[in-house]
């Protein structure tokens, strides 16, 4: 009866654990300067480049700058304020979220 327990909580902690490494990832920043697509092209491609990043999204309606990150991967904030630093704009905001990007646009859209 013990090892039946002990295996049911140990399968359980572990589901629990595969279900959060497998959340979505996100970092969403509010970006000011984003002006025109060249300037969602330009971010785009450099957070694209990080090591951590999948997907990027650009959102210039909003001020809105989002990456999906690989699963077990960061990137710390000092590096996402120094690439958009670097690259003329200024950031306002960082969060992290489990939102996808997909979720994140959506949100978007529907603001008023």
């Known amino acids: 009866m013990i090892r039946f327990l002990i295996t049911a909580v140990l399968s359980a902690v572990l ?5 959060a490494n497998d959340a979505p990832r996100t970092v969403e920043m509010k970006v000011d300067g984003l002006v025109c697509a060249f ?4 971010i ?4 694209g480049k990080m090591e951590a ?5 650009v ?7 989002a990456i999906a990150l690989k699963p077990g991967k ?4 000092q590096d996402l304020r ?3 630093t670097e690259a003329g704009y200024s950031l306002k905001s960082i969060e992290r979220t489990s939102e996808t990007l ?6 978007l859209r529907s603001k008023p």
């Open 102 to 107: 997909e979720e994140i646009r959506a949100r």
């Open 53 to 57: 990043t999948s997907d990027v999204l």
């Open 82 to 84: 120094d690439t958009l």
């Open 59 to 65: 959102n210039l309606e909003n001020g809105v700058v």
């Open 74 to 77: 960061d990137v710390n904030d």
């Open 15 to 19: 589901s629990v654990a595969a279900w």
């Open 39 to 42: 300037c969602a092209q330009g």
């Open 44 to 47: 785009s491609k450099k957070l």
